[in-house]
């Protein structure tokens, strides 16, 4: 079974442009998370889709911040324009489970760079 | 609000000795579960274990157990028998309603030789 892919691994950007990050989630998971992880902290929820319904973005810097989740498969997190603190990890994660346990299954991340 | 408290920013084991990472957590909810991953520096989340808060018996999978202290709201993960490939960050997390888990600062672990 194929994990979940993101791409770009990296991404190295000046601040005021704009970025995507694209996520493929396991197959037939119907839940799809984006984290931010800024170095040194744990990850934190920008936004969880039920298919391609948004269940959570209370988190979300919505003024610079979009995502979408397209025919409840694939999905992009966009930021525009990018400032100096959007440095980080950007982590796509896919569950499937309807039971309580709701484990998580995470990409290898993005990594980017703002400067 | 749900808060999740790893106070030891580093810790040191010998290889092949067993190790003991801190978790605390805050929560009113009556049913929760509580999370361990680990994170290589290639960066993935690896999932490690898992605890309900209505299990009645502290959640083991391989080397890795959780010593689950309802009481006093912590869930310590232990890995027993160290190896160097053990070395990572650790965190542990809650999981909320609706499924999104609030994660605690990590816990960076380096195993020696």
């Known amino acids: 079974e194929a994990g979940v892919a993101q791409s770009p691994r990296y991404k190295i950007i000046e601040k005021r442009q704009s970025v995507a990050f694209w996520c493929n989630p396991i197959?037939?998971?119907?839940?799809l998370y984006w984290y931010q992880q800024i170095l040194g902290q744990g990850p934190k929820l920008l936004i969880q889709?039920?298919?391609?319904?948004?269940?959570?973005d209370s988190q979300l810097p919505k003024d610079r911040f979009s995502a979408e989740r397209l025919k409840g498969v694939d999905s992009t997190l966009k930021i525009q324009p990018a400032k100096l603190e959007d440095s980080a990890v950007y982590l796509c994660?896919?569950?499937?489970?309807?039971?309580?346990?709701?484990?998580?299954?995470f990409g290898p991340g993005t990594r980017l760079t703002v400067t | 609000a749900q808060k999740i408290t790893q106070t030891q920013p580093g810790m040191f084991v010998q290889e092949k000795e067993a190790v003991t990472l801190d978790c605390t957590y805050d929560?009113?909810?009556?049913?929760?579960?509580l999370f361990w991953y680990k994170q290589p520096s290639s960066g993935e989340m690896i999932f490690l274990i898992y605890?309900?808060?209505?299990?009645?018996q502290n959640a083991t999978e391989g080397r890795y157990s959780l010593n689950f202290q309802k009481a006093r709201k912590s869930a310590n993960l232990v890995i027993s028998a160290s190896q160097l490939g053990d070395s990572a960050m650790y965190f542990c997390?809650?999981?909320?309603?609706?499924?999104?888990?609030?994660f605690g600062q990590g816990t960076e672990l380096s195993v020696k030789p």
């Open positions: 994660a896919s569950s499937s489970r309807t039971v309580f346990i709701y484990e998580q299954y």
């Open positions: 197959s037939g998971h119907a839940t």
């Open positions: 889709f039920q298919n391609n319904g948004v269940v959570d």
């Open positions: 929560t009113s909810d009556p049913s929760y579960g």
């Open positions: 605890q309900g808060s209505y299990d009645q």
């Open positions: 997390a809650m999981r909320e309603e609706g499924g999104k888990l609030i």
